[in-house]
């Protein structure tokens, strides 16, 4: 994905919160997902660590209290750079972090990496819509529920 300011994001924001959407990619295929009308070309991008670091330099982040990394079109945790772009944010500010997750495909040693990261403050929230594999996929197609139990 593209991101050019011509304006130095530093002097652009002092604000609560901003959702960002970092990955139009997704493991699962869920019935009447916005992710069905794009055009091949809009799936599967990201946001990588260097365009991220220039959207939001550390003069920035210290004026943004949280980030909420939610898809709309894809999921946060499956952008190439995602534990990368949480590690810079962690290190260099004290942003909050907000995480919404189908929480698929992802083993116990990224969660532990991705947990030793995140602060009392920072949230991360698994979007079910069942009470195990056969539930939850009836929404969630090709979700995979021991993962997300881990």
């Keep these: 994905m593209d991101l050019q300011a011509t304006t130095p ?6 604000t609560e919160t901003i959702h960002i959407e970092l ?3 997704c493991t699962l295929k869920c019935p009447r997902c916005p992710r069905t009308e ?3 070309e809009q799936l599967n ?3 990588s660590l260097e365009e991220f670091k ?3 330099d550390p003069a920035t ?3 943004i209290d949280k980030f909420v990394f939610c898809g709309d079109v894809g999921d946060p945790i499956y952008a190439k750079d995602f534990l ?3 590690s810079y944010i962690k290190d260099v500010s004290k942003t909050d972090v907000s995480i919404v997750t189908n929480g698929s495909y992802k083993d116990q040693a990224w969660w532990e990496e991705l947990g ?3 602060g009392r403050h920072d949230r991360v929230t698994f979007s079910l819509d069942g009470w195990d594999q056969n539930s939850n996929e009836k929404y969630r197609v090709n979700s995979n529920w021991d993962s997300i139990l881990l």
Excluded: G, Y
């Design 9 to 14: 994001t530093s002097t652009l924001f002092n």
């Design 23 to 25: 990955s139009s990619k």
């Design 38 to 40: 794009l055009k091949p």
């Design 45 to 47: 991008r990201d946001i």
């Design 54 to 56: 220039t959207a939001f």
């Design 61 to 63: 982040l210290e004026k």
């Design 84 to 86: 990368a772009i949480i």
């Design 116 to 118: 030793s990261m995140l």
